[in-house]
Every structure is written in C-alpha cells, then in structure tokens.
C-alpha cells in the first residue's frame, strides 16, 4: 500500500501535447479510476505512472521514492493489461511466476504465492496449462493473479474489464470490488465506461483534452459536476441543457427562466452566482418529469420513447427548440408526437458561459 | 492445403481425364530423374556403347561402390554441411536480434538504417562479386571455411522477415515482461524469441537450402578440391566430362549429391514449401 | 504508439541489438557495392595497377560485341523462360488446387526439382539433352530419327538450356499461386455458381482476376532469377557455341575471373545491378499494395 503522488506531469507525442500539467494525489489504500473518452489521455497518464511511456516534465512519487526517472521493473507497481498479455508460450503456473523469478524471489516462496494467488482466483486447476486454453474471463483471472503475486505498492487496471462480453464484465466487476476489499492496495483503473468508475472507485478522476476536468468521489462527480463535460460524460442518457435566463425569485435564489418566461425555481442564490452573459439549465432525466398538458412548466412534444421496463424514457422537444429527457413510469402510456407537459422536480444545475458548472452549497 | 476455394464441381469423366493428363506431366517432369537413376546403375564400359541399355539389365551397384572409395565427395559433403550449417546459425542469430531491434527498440537513425537494409534486397550477389573477392583476398579468407560462409550473413531478407514478424508480436507482451522486472535482453529472450520459433523455422529452412544448393560464391572464392563444395564439387567432375571416369559413375555422383536434399525435402515438404514461397513474396 | 515499450527512447545502446547483422552487412554488402561502383570507374587489373579512366569501361561495354550478345542472349533467354514459367505453373496450380491425397503428391512432385542445386540438374540435364546417348536422342532414335545437336547449335542451345530452367524453376511459382488461390474467397465462387457462370467464365472472371497481383508478382520474380542465369550456361555449354549461349553474369565471371580485367567486369555489374534494382522496386510497389487485392 503506497501514496502515489503526480506532480505537474506533461507528455507530448512529437509535436502532438497529450497531457498538459497533470498534478494528483492517491492517498494510501485508495482506489481511484481515470475515466474519459478515449483519445483524453488517461491511458497515457497510466502508462507514465507504470514506466511505460517516458515522462516530459514533472515528477511521479510512489510511496516515498521518486520513480519517473526508474525503469518499469523497479517501480513496485504491478498491472493488468486490456488484451491481458499472457505469456502465450508459458503455463499459467510460468506466467504468474515470471515476475518473481526476475526479482530473484525463492522457489518455495514464488510457489506459495502463485498458490496462494490461484486459490483467490479460482484458477488452481488451470496453472498446467498454456493461455491459449483459457477463456476470455479465465484470463483475465490469470491477468489479475499475475498482478497480485508481486504483492505490487500499486496496481494499474488499463480497461480490463472491455474485452469481456456484458455478463462476464458484470460478475468480473463485482469479483473486482470484492478482490479490492481483500488485498487492501492502492489501485488505479482506467476506464471509459463511467459505471465501472461509479461502482468501483473510491475516486474518479474525470480526464478530457489532455486535462483533468474534476476528481471527486463518484457521488459528487454525479451530483456536483464541474463543468459541462463532466455533467454531460458522467450520467446516462446525459444531462440535458436549457436555454434560460436568471432572474430573482423567492427568498433570493435565482430563478431560471425559459424563453416563454415559465421559470424554474433553484437553490441559488443569485448574489453568489457570477455574471455571465449567458445561461443553461442542466436537468438530469430523473429532474423531469411528463405531466398532463397544461398542469408543467410548459408543454412539450414527444420525440420519441425508449421503454426499459422498469422506467420510461421520453424525449421531449421544447416549443423553443431545446430538447430534454424526461423519466417517467415504467408502465407510461406516453406515445410519439403527443404533447404533454414537463414539470421539473429535483435537483437541477446551472452553467455559465464558460460551461463552468454553479450547484447549490453543499448541505452542512 | 484446405479445400476453402474450390472451383466449381465437374464431372466425374472429365476428373478422370485431368488425373491422366496430371500423371502424364508428373512423368515427363520425373523422367531426367529416372533417367539419372537408370544410367547410375549401369556399368561405364556398356553405357559407352549405347546409353539404351539403360532399358534392360543387367543392373548393378558398382558405381556407387567407386563413390564410397572416393575419399573427396565426402569431404564435399562435410564441407556443404559445415558451411551451410553455419550460414544458417549466423543468419538465424543476426536477424533475431536486428529485427528485435528495428521491430521494437528506438535508436537515433533507425528508420534511416531500416531503408538501409531494405535497399540491400535489391542488390544481385553478382553485382558485388569483384569487389567482395578482392577483399576476401586482401584478407587470405579464400579457401577457408570463414570465407565460404560470411557473405551468406549479409543477406537482408532474414532481418526483413524478423522484423515484420516481431512487429506482429503485441507490444503488450513487451511491456508486462517490463513490469515483471524483466530487461531488455530477458524479454527479447525468454518472452519474443520463443515465439518467433515459426519465422525462426522458414527462415532456416530458407538459409540452409541457399546455401546449400549455392554454386556461384564456393565457385570464385574455393579454389582447391579440398574446400569444394558439393556443388563446386560436383560441378568440377561435371566440367571434366570428356576424360571422366565413365557416364554411370557420373550419374550415381548426381543421386548421391541430390539424395541428402531430396531425402530432407521427403520429410520436411511442408515446411520447406513454405519457406521457400514465403521467402519469395516477402 | 510512438516508442513501443521504450522508457528512455532513442538510446545509443539500443542500437547494439542491430549492430552485429549492420556491421556483416556494410562490410560484405555495401563496401563491395560501393567499391565497385567506384572501380567501375577505373582501369584495373588483378596486380593492383589501379588508373582513373572515368566512364570509359562502359563505352567500352557498348562497342562490346561480346557483350552485346550476353545482353541479347539474357534477353532472349528471360523472354525464353518466364512466359512459360508463368503459363506453365499457373496452369498447374488451378488443377492442383484441391484438397485431395492425389494433388498434395503431384505438388510434390512438381516441386521436387526445385530443390536441387543447379550442378546437379545440368548433370541431369546434359544426360538428356547430349546427341550422343542422352535420353531425348534416345527417344528420336525409338521413332526412327537421327539425335539433334541441342547444346551445340547456335540456334538450339538457349531453349535448350531454357527447358532446362523451367523443369528446375517450375515448383516456386507454382506454389506461389496455389497460396494466392488458397485466399480467393469461397463466397466469390458460390456467387458465381449461383450466377450460373460456367467453368470458363468462373476462371476469367472470378479466380484469374483475383489473382491478378500474384501474376505480376510472379512474372517479376522470374524476371529478376532468370535474368541471373549463370549456373546451367556455363555448366553445360562454357557459353558456346561460339558464345550463342553466354548471359551476362557468365561474360562477367570470365572477364573478372578468367581474364582478370576486374575494373571492365565492375562496370559489366553495375549495368546487371541497375537492371535488377528496377525489376525489384516493381516487386516491391507490387507486394506493398498488397492489402488492395481482393
């Protein structure tokens, strides 16, 4: 278990930056994932931190020793790779101890850790055979043994879970957590899939544009996004955004106001919001409600329905011409270019030009 | 060989017809070697009277007998062996380790050097004949074993094959070796390397048949019998026609100097088909 | 991924991994290269007498009438050869495509000869082709006509010596196209049975067009070998008669190695060199847009 601290890290490609004054602190034990759509810069930021990739500028701290400048090898880091990266020439009993054989570990000890990893994983029976026998899911487990063996200060999950099909991914996620319970280590995981991070992590560090756009626990990711990106990223189906502008309401909170003049009431206060010369109103699905026309805010038309059993999504179109998801009861009746009406009913989140996001004070 | 892209079926009339025609051409094409066969196991003296003989007895082993008592064909035969042996180990380990190299590693000029070597496909061994045998003979390397050996290591195409089948290797595997601790030289051995153990099997066999069937190198740069070839061997006693022991014996030198190669071929058809075809596409 | 795996990239001691094969290679390839471009350029001789003479040994090629006729002869003997080489196994691999025990052995068979080395098929060879008791005498002689001079007409010894290459370099090309044929796609040949094409109209339109860049791949191929015809002239015949059978690499052997004019045999190189680097630059662009076929 160790402190994993980056301090300023830059990276280019040639010319081509990739990561630009990246700065974060893991605190001891701590399982952190680093979600954004591919191309952001999150397998980049892991691959710096296991010695994969070299480091342009700024400095990675693991534990108490400053490793940017150490070989892969010599870091204590252990990680599972997305495609696993089995030895496909080696028995699994060989794959899992090829790291301990190079750190000269003896052969009584290498033996009762690879037991000791395989009894965890489930994969004892497996360890005379080659990978190439394995399934998906069975080598993942091998990936993973392959890790834990080392006893690594820190582990690194690139996209492990991706190249499982949805039931696999869905046990390996849980197994996942409760495995994390169980080695008690200090864990990164890279991921585009924002449930794996939502369920897993302790922290999510939300990466776009070769930036960190927030870091927060997976709670306040969801309730209090940063900026538009998060707000849109993190959620799904995303956050819709309104055109509105502010005026004062009741008690001084700030009252947001559609074109058509029908406002919604928030838990702003308008003195604590900056000036801005535009507005939108981000509401989450599950804020949105269809009522019968007339009785909401204001009517709208439905553009289409997805039902998903449990609940119902419908998409309306404002007469405006903005667009937003509603939730509504699994068992709705509502059908495509009826007009209904929308109430808003739950928390709801406002941004200013600049996409920077305002919330109301965190409750005390 | 699949049957993955058959043509259209036919009937069973016109298969029959095409199997004759195929028995046919496979005749004509074993012919000279039946020829070559027959001719060996006839005595010199009745073979000077009429090569047709060759179509009745009697038969005899005679020929082969004089090759067993001529001390120089198997010194020919080791010294194939040798060389060819050590061609096929010096190219195996020198494009091993360039294509590892140009595959996976960075160094200042690589991709500069890799055209480099790419360009040395085009060279014809004929075009450098001059100049490479003056300088073996600056060196006293003609008639030695080095010498009949070293130019087959400069050929390109074994680090052309290795390094396009390294850099089919998932870089992945690389880089968890590098994790587990591993330094270059172990990942290169104990991780790539077994698994080039394919490309390391067309290229040998490819080494080992050039240079062994190889006539024009051993020709300029082994002048005295004792460093011959099989090859040059053979060729010399080919030269010497007119004052030859004797047309049987000559032929049972072809089915001795061919047997070895055709004996491997037998066994290793598959491989060696593949190697040889591989090694032509590039 | 630009420095696969390579944590301090660009370092010098990377290079060892190439170093060993880069340093046979500059020294047996590329010195001899140079050096003979540049002895091209001189007057020399096997006593080290070495004197600038610029291009003069190659306007001394071009009023060569010896080796005017090499040129000619490898020519004629390329234009001899890979036709039929192309024909030939290309004929033989659409019948031989097929899963059966009987085609893997006439594979084999066909392939045989290419594994011999060219010593010992113009052994085999001058036993068929000689008037006096080889196997082609032999078989005039059983339908009642007199032997043919094949090696020592002027007219008969290149095809001659042309028929001998193509029962030795039948089984590469054949190969060649049986892995081609192997990747046509099943699919292609069902839509075309599905379209009612017959036979012919299958092989025009469906398999040969498929095939296509294999074709050119193996004409260039057979281009570049043939073109270095050495082994089977200058075994059966010396180049005779009265070099009617001298290609341009023999001209070369006798002028550098028999007549030690080593400085006018450089300059004989450099033109079979540029002929084969332009025949291989096709190769190359041709195999490059490989991922085009199909």
Redesign the interface.
């Known amino acids: 278990m160790a402190r994993v601290r980056l301090d300023r890290l830059s990276k280019r490609f040639g010319a081509v930056p990739v990561l630009d004054d990246i700065s974060l602190d893991i605190a001891a034990g701590e399982f952190v994932a680093f979600l954004g759509p591919s191309g952001c810069g999150k397998s980049t930021l892991l691959r710096m931190i296991a010695g994969l990739e070299s480091v342009d500028a700024g400095q990675i701290h693991i534990g108490d020793r400053r490793v940017d400048q150490l070989p892969p090898g010599g870091r204590g880091v252990a990680m599972v790779f997305q495609h696993y990266a089995l030895y496909p020439h080696m028995t699994i009993f060989e794959n899992m101890a090829f790291g301990l054989r190079n750190a000269k570990v003896a052969k009584a000890e290498i033996e009762a850790r690879v037991a000791e990893a395989a009894r965890i994983l489930e994969i004892e029976r497996f360890l005379p055979s080659k990978p190439g026998q394995l399934s998906g899911g069975q080598r993942q487990r091998v990936a993973i043994g392959r890790a834990i063996v080392k006893k690594p200060d820190l582990f690194l999950f690139d996209e492990p879970l991706s190249n499982l099909d949805a039931a696999l991914r869905l046990r390996t996620r849980l197994e996942l957590a409760q495995l994390r319970r169980r080695l008690d280590a200090t864990m990164i995981l890279v991921t585009h899939d924002q449930v794996e991070a939502m369920t897993l992590a302790d922290r999510i560090v939300v990466m776009s544009d070769r930036r960190i756009q927030q870091i927060g626990t997976p709670m306040e990711i969801y309730a209090r996004p940063a900026n538009r990106f998060v707000a849109t990223f993190v959620g799904s189906p995303p956050m819709a955004f309104l055109d509105v502008t502010l005026n004062v309401g009741a008690d001084g909170l700030a009252r947001a106001a559609l074109a058509d003049g029908a406002g919604v009431q928030t838990a702003m206060p308008l003195a604590d919001l900056p000036s801005s010369p535009t507005w939108r109103l981000g509401v989450r699905p599950e804020a949105a409600k269809v009522v019968a026309p007339g009785t909401g805010l204001v009517d709208a038309k439905i553009a289409f329905v997805e039902r998903l059993g449990d609940r119902t999504l419908v998409h309306l179109r404002l007469a405006d011409g903005g667009a937003l998801t509603a939730e509504d009861a699994g068992t709705s009746r509502a059908a495509m270019d009826d007009i209904v009406g929308l109430a808003i009913d739950g928390p709801v989140h406002l941004f200013d030009a600049e996409d920077n996001a305002h919330h109301p004070r965190a409750p005390t | 060989m699949s049957g993955s892209a058959q043509p259209v079926g036919r009937s069973p009339w016109e298969a029959r017809a095409g199997f004759a025609v195929m028995v046919v051409l496979a005749l004509i094409m074993v012919l000279p070697l039946l020829w070559t066969l027959g001719l060996s196991l006839k005595a010199n003296n009745e073979l000077l009277r009429d090569t047709g003989s060759v179509f009745h007895g009697p038969y005899t082993l005679e020929n082969y007998g004089s090759i067993l008592r001529r001390a120089a064909v198997f010194r020919w035969l080791g010294n194939s062996l040798l060389v060819s042996l050590c061609t096929t180990l010096g190219v195996l380990t020198l494009s091993s380790l360039a294509g590892y190299g140009f595959a996976r590693l960075e160094f200042p000029g690589r991709r500069w050097l890799f055209a480099l070597v790419l360009f040395g496909l085009a060279v014809p061994e004929q075009s450098v004949i001059i100049t490479r045998h003056q300088m073996f003979s600056a060196l006293h390397l003609h008639n030695t074993y080095p010498g009949l050996f070293l130019p087959g290591l400069s050929a390109p195409f074994g680090v052309f094959l290795m390094t396009q089948y390294f850099k089919a290797i998932p870089v992945e595997l690389d880089e968890a070796a590098l994790l587990d601790g591993a330094s270059r030289l172990r990942v290169f051995w104990s991780v790539l390397l077994p698994l080039t153990l394919p490309a390391q099997a067309t290229l040998g066999i490819f080494t080992f048949l050039s240079s062994w069937n190889d006539y024009w190198w051993p020709l300029i740069s082994a002048t005295r019998s004792e460093m011959f070839t099989l090859t040059v061997g053979v060729a010399s006693s080919q030269i010497n026609f007119a004052q030859t022991s004797g047309l049987g014996f000559l032929m049972a030198q072809a089915v001795f100097a061919s047997a070895p190669i055709l004996a491997v071929y037998v066994v290793f058809q598959k491989y060696i088909v593949r190697a040889v075809s591989g090694a032509a596409v590039r | ?18 170093a ?3 340093a ?2 500059l ?7 140079l ?2 471009a540049w ?1 091209s350029l001189h007057k020399a001789d096997l006593f080290g007498g070495e004197v600038f003479v610029g291009i003069e040994n190659f306007q001394r090629l071009t009023r060569d009438t010896v080796f005017l006729q090499a040129v000619r002869n490898t020519f004629y003997f390329v234009l001899l050869t890979v036709p039929a080489l192309a024909t030939i196994s290309l004929g ?1 691999a659409l ?5 059966t025990r ?3 052995v ?15 098929v ?7 082709l000689i008037p006096d ?3 082609i005498a ?1 078989l005039l ?1 059983l339908a009642g006509r007199p032997p043919i001079p094949l090696l020592s007409h002027p007219d008969l010894v290149l095809p001659a010596i042309a028929l001998t290459t193509v ?1 030795w370099c ?3 090309p054949m ?2 196209y ?2 081609a ?6 699919e292609l ?1 069902e839509a ?2 599905l379209d009612n ?1 017959g ?1 012919w109209k ?2 025009t339109h469906v ?1 040969l067009p498929s095939i296509r860049r294999t074709i050119v ?1 193996v004409v260039i ?1 057979q281009c ?1 070998l043939q073109f ?1 015809l ?2 089977q002239a200058q ?1 059966l015949t010396q180049g005779g008669p009265n070099g009617a059978s001298r290609p341009i ?1 023999l001209f ?2 006798e002028v ?2 028999r007549r030690w004019d ?1 400085g006018y ?2 300059a004989a ?2 033109i ?2 540029a002929v ?2 332009i025949a ?2 096709a190769q ?1 662009l041709t ?1 490059r847009g490989k991922g085009a076929e199909r």
């Not at chain 3, 044929?181 to 099943?186: E, F, G, H, K, R």
């Open positions: 991924m630009s420095a696969a795996a390579a944590p301090r990239a660009g370092s010098w001691r990377n290079a060892l991994f190439v060993p094969y880069l046979v290679y020294a047996l390839l590329l010195y001899p290269l050096a003979g002895l033989l019948a031989l495509n097929r899963p009987a085609a893997a006439f594979r084999g068979v066909f392939f045989s000869s290419s594994v011999l080395s060219v010593t010992i113009t052994l085999i060879w001058r036993l068929v008791g080889g196997l032999n002689h029962w039948l089984g590469l190969m060649l049986l892995a044929l192997q990747q046509v796609p099943a040949y075309a049975a094409a036979r299958t092989l398999t791949l191929i570049v270095q050495f082994g075994l690499v070369l052997y550098g190695f080593i045999a450089a190189s450099e079979l060199f084969i680097l291989t630059l190359y195999s």
